[in-house]
């Protein structure tokens, strides 16, 4: 499978000269198998990804904060595309995914009603989802900690493992089950908003801290990790500053424009 990063940024989008190196757009992550084009979250990083013709295209979401759907209609491939693309959450169900997309995306909050429109966008629950990726993939999903809710996600195929988590507030009581989750997997996706400094401000806010996902890798024993949903303010500088300090290559702070093939 082939990932890549198309927007890592947290919270809002930042587009700044000292935002150019990491990126400014907000959360979204591709995930292409032999034949699907997984897509999690769809914040504004999703303007740029380019829809395939030749594969299911499936638009997975962790949750519906603004950061991780803004950018749901200003990829212009939604509206010319041929084929069906599904959508789903295993936070909510299919019904309430298409009325949360509906009602963010019409009347007073966008100017057309995309959901209407575009027919071929089709909601499916995630466990319908699973099972028709099956048998090329195994699909699964974990509850995170986060205001509303939030989910992460683990693709498997025969190639190897991806696990997506945010966005998350890390509680040491999630250490088993996030453990067993990773298990095998060949990059994790880590929420590092915070440093552990600013972390004691900011609880509740439903974000990890660079610390934390530091020492998740060490307890968790993971191959690559890739800290990500970076502070709106955090600039290309400051995190290279904070990238100097890990001292495990196999840390890095993700960047738009991340490829790798697992
Ligand atoms: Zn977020
Ligand atoms: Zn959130």
């Known amino acids: 499978m082939l990932v890549e990063f198309h927007g890592v940024r947290g919270s809002i989008p930042m587009p700044s000269s000292s935002t150019i190196k990491y990126g400014g757009n907000t959360s979204c ?6 034949n699907y084009q997984f897509i999690f979250d769809a914040g504004s990083g999703f303007q ?30 939604l509206f010319t595309h041929k084929g069906e ?27 057309v009603d995309i959901v209407t429109m575009l027919t071929h966008l089709k909601f499916l629950n995630f466990s319908t989802v699973c ?30 493992v991806f696990v997506y988590l945010q966005d998350n507030e890390y509680v040491p009581e999630q250490l088993d089950g996030l453990c067993e989750f990773v298990s095998g997997a060949d990059l994790v996706v880590w929420d590092g908003m915070f440093t552990e400094a ?41 995190i290279d500053a904070l990238a100097a300090e890990l001292t495990n290559p196999n840390i890095i702070f993700g960047y738009e424009g991340f490829k790798r093939e697992i």
């Open 29 to 34: 992550y591709e995930v292409l198998t032999d």
């Open 131 to 160: 099972n028709t990726v099956k048998p090329e993939i195994d699909l699964q999903t974990i509850e995170l900690s986060h205001p509303g809710g939030s989910m992460g996600y683990r693709v498997q195929t025969k190639d190897g």
């Open 85 to 111: 693309i599904i959508l789903c959450s295993s936070l909510v169900n299919k019904g309430v995914l298409k009325n949360m997309i509906q009602t963010y995306f019409s009347g007073g909050y966008f100017p």
């Open 48 to 77: 740029s990804v380019k829809l395939m013709e030749d594969r299911t295209v499936v638009i997975i979401f962790t949750h519906f904060h603004h950061d991780h759907i803004q950018g749901l209609p200003f990829n212009f491939n």
């Open 198 to 238: 600013e972390l004691g401000a900011k609880k509740g806010w439903g974000h990890s801290s660079i610390e934390q996902g530091v020492q998740f890798y060490e307890d968790a024993g993971l191959s690559q990790m890739a800290i990500c949903h970076h502070a709106p303010q955090r600039s290309d500088d400051q």
